[in-house]
């Protein structure tokens, strides 16, 4: 019997997401998901999944100078940035105003992600996320460690230009892992979470969203260089609306819950084909027991 064959599993190409099995409790979460990517590579770094089931916005590394590489960490697999002030990121595409990522009329979002900082940082404002095309995410918006030179550790959120809101101590260190959250609510408010617990709340007065058509990226921006996370990003998940404390606490404890078909069923990759060699598969079976739904 191959392993699909049993009742809690499917082949690959019958996967699906089955939301009756998670609304209890992550109904809040896919009723403002607007984009989710494990930023995991499959297939030699071809795609990053968007598991958003409404507007997929999936992801394309760009790996033009090399350094997007795969590691496998006691955590599971990730993809790791080298950020040698080249352009190569998770490439997200074009945005219009149209797509849920520009946020465009909109006032609050949420931000969840899992980042690991190298021991050497980026020096020129690593972007974990960016939607713009200058600087200061100016025509979009944009999240990254690291406010000035040298890299200070600050957490930093823009919307078009200025001003910005920064932390005013470090959120992360060198070498450090942990998981960062960012929640605007209405402009004029933004809640920095580390590690499912409130770090810091500031009251910068943001700029609206803006209809500009620009790409979006994961790990860099699309416009430059010397942007590029050094690092790796574990996964980015971005919300509609202002979650609650209750709720960053949520995904902090579980942050695979909202993607379980069923529970406490392991994570099947289609990758076990080729793309993940068995000993990164029984990492990953041994590390969050996600669901098939979990495949790139």
């Known amino acids: 019997m191959t392993f699909w064959e049993g009742e809690k599993f499917k082949k690959p190409d019958q996967w699906a997401f089955d939301r009756s099995l998670v609304d209890e409790k992550w109904g809040w979460f896919h009723d403002n998901l ?21 507007v997929l916005n999936h992801g394309t590394p760009d790996n ?4 997007l590489t795969l590691v496998t960490t006691a955590a599971g697999p990730t993809i790791n940035f080298s950020g040698d002030a080249t352009n190569d990121r998770i490439d997200l595409g074009s945005i219009t105003s149209a797509n849920p990522l520009s946020f465009f009329g909109k006032t609050s979002l949420t931000l969840f992600s899992r980042l690991t900082v190298g021991l050497t940082p980026n020096s020129g404002f690593p972007r974990v996320f960016d939607k713009s095309n200058a600087g200061n995410a100016t ?14 550790g600050k957490a930093v959120v823009i919307i078009d230009g200025t001003p910005a809101s920064i932390t005013a101590t470090a959120m992360m260190t060198t070498g450090e892992t942990a998981t960062i959250d960012l929640v605007i609510d209405g402009l004029s408010i933004q809640h920095f979470y580390k590690n499912g617990v409130l770090f810091e709340t500031n009251t910068a007065a943001l700029s609206s969203f803006p209809a500009d058509t620009t790409n979006a990226a994961i790990g860099n921006w699309n ?11 574990d996964y980015v998940y971005v919300l509609n609306g202002a979650a609650t404390p209750s709720q960053v606490a949520q995904v902090y404890s ?12 392991p994570w099947l990759s289609v990758a076990a084909a080729g793309g993940l060699t068995p000993a990164e598969i029984i990492t990953m079976l041994n590390r ?3 669901s098939p739904l979990r495949q790139m």
Do not use: C, Y
């Open 254 to 265: 579980d942050p695979f819950g909202p993607f379980r078909m069923v529970e406490d069923t």
């Open 34 to 54: 607007v984009g989710a990517w494990l930023v995991f590579p499959q297939n030699n770094l071809a795609r990053v999944q968007d598991l958003n089931t409404r």
């Open 139 to 152: 025509n979009g918006w944009g999240f990254w460690i690291g406010s000035a030179g040298g890299w200070d």
């Open 223 to 233: 416009h430059s260089t010397d942007r590029m996370w050094r690092g790796s990003i």
């Open 288 to 290: 969050d027991k996600i």
């Open 64 to 67: 033009s100078s090399g350094d």
